[in-house]
């Protein structure tokens, strides 16, 4: 235990697991093995006390080694506290799997045997280190020890200069020490949930709240995106350094913190960056708010159908013609194959091809098309549509393009786009 670093060469670890058979099997009760034993149950009688009482000593050994790890434990506070019970507990870790290995042979029959007996108190080596790390430091240093990885972690959110991986040691304390009472050679993670990832969460909450508030009094929401942005980035590690399980609870708790609460204020920007044609914005919103579903971007998707639909029939209106003559097909259809375009690669960049928003898009679009001021029947549109692509395909038509290649280009468009 106090020299683990140093390890254990193959002579030395050979020598000790031979003391420890020779122990366990003779049927002396002293060091001194130099007595025969009369009979089988003589044999079988010695070799059981000297593996009780092996048993005992290494406990006693390992609670009185812990007892001096409380004592120190106690002493210190905040990140050396901290410190500390991670070291200790790396080497403990070590230490306990070199002596689950060692005291194999009592592993495999004296302790089966008891455990088997159903004897109170009997645990394979390395469930007995364990346990005796979980009653003599964890039940009294866990909640400081939570506090002070907390504190931590809310310090590397902040870009502070400190050690995470403490963190990762603490939870990997947490979820080795949650034996399952039924069946202790397996783990649960029922005590790392309740006496850390819970806590975790509650602080995770608390953290992001603050930012969230301090920041958007002083700052605009464009500059809010960025700075969600980087935080979803740099809460990634974080991920790295608790166990997989919390992940998902983490995340959902950012989303509600950052993104759910917020919504108001990021719909209410939304019409902004639409008329500034800002995709870049667009683009920052659409990522975070889709992080939390349809209840996010449905009201985005609405307003984003009634705006094309409101620039669609307005680029139309603007469309001048003779009061004694028609429209002219070509200028109709090429104002109409703008405006789709446009917000089409709105659509592909800024919201990522969006099923959503490509429906918003193609009602809006099927709305001004086929309802403005020179479509005033269901049969008005197509026809113009039509006279178009015949004016294409005339001789004369030729006036509209410079190439075939060009002219299949536009047919393939309003077939595409507009069809």
Request: glycine share 4%; aromatic share 12%; net charge negative.
């Amino acid at each position: 235990m106090h020299r683990v670093e140093e390890g254990l060469s193959k002579d030395q670890y050979v020598h000790l697991y031979t003391a420890i058979y020779n122990y366990c099997t003779s049927t002396q009760t002293s060091e001194a093995i130099t007595m025969v034993p009369s009979s089988e149950s003589e044999y079988i009688l010695g070799a059981h006390q000297n593996s009780s009482r092996m048993y005992r000593h290494l406990k006693d050994y390992l609670e009185n080694y812990l007892d001096v790890l409380a004592d120190k434990l106690k002493s210190l506070e905040g990140r050396e506290m901290l410190n500390f019970y991670a070291v200790q507990w790396r080497r403990y870790s070590q230490s306990s799997s070199l002596l689950d290995h060692l005291f194999k042979y009592l592993n495999r029959y004296w302790i089966s045997r008891e455990i088997n007996a159903h004897q109170r108190g009997i645990y394979n080596i390395n469930v007995t280190t364990l346990i005796c790390w979980k009653e003599k430091i964890f039940d009294i240093f866990h909640e400081t020890i939570t506090d002070f990885a907390l504190k931590t972690l809310n310090m590397l959110r902040c870009s502070q200069d400190v050690d995470g991986s403490v963190i990762k040691t603490v939870c990997d304390s947490y979820v080795a020490l949650g034996l399952d009472g039924s069946d202790y050679q397996k783990t649960t993670l029922k005590l790392y949930k309740e006496y850390f990832e819970s806590r975790l969460i509650r602080s995770t909450e608390e953290f992001y709240r603050n930012e969230a508030s301090s920041f958007l009094k002083k700052s605009r929401v464009e500059d809010y995106l960025l700075f969600v942005e980087k935080k979803f980035q740099d809460e990634a590690k974080t991920y790295e350094l608790v166990h997989p399980s919390s992940q998902e609870g983490l995340r959902q708790k950012c989303d509600e913190i950052l993104i759910e609460r917020q919504i108001t204020l990021l719909k209410d920007e939304f019409p902004k960056f639409l008329e500034q044609d800002d995709n870049d914005n667009l683009e920052r919103l659409y990522k975070l708010v889709v992080r939390i579903g349809d209840v996010g971007l449905n009201p985005l998707r609405k307003h984003f159908e009634e705006y094309v639909k409101d620039i669609g029939s307005k680029a139309i209106e603007s469309i001048t013609v003779p009061s004694e003559e028609t429209i002219d097909s070509k200028i109709f259809v090429e104002t109409l194959l703008q405006t789709y375009r446009k917000f089409h690669d709105m659509v592909l960049n800024a919201f990522s091809s969006d099923a959503g928003f490509i429906a918003s898009l193609d009602r809006a679009c099927r709305e001004f098309v086929n309802r403005n001021q020179f479509c005033t029947s269901s049969t008005k549109c197509p026809e113009l549509l039509v006279r178009f692509c015949d004016s294409l395909l005339r001789k004369g038509g030729r006036k509209y393009v410079d190439s075939d290649s060009q002219m299949e280009s536009q047919l393939d468009n309003v077939v595409s786009e507009l069809l």
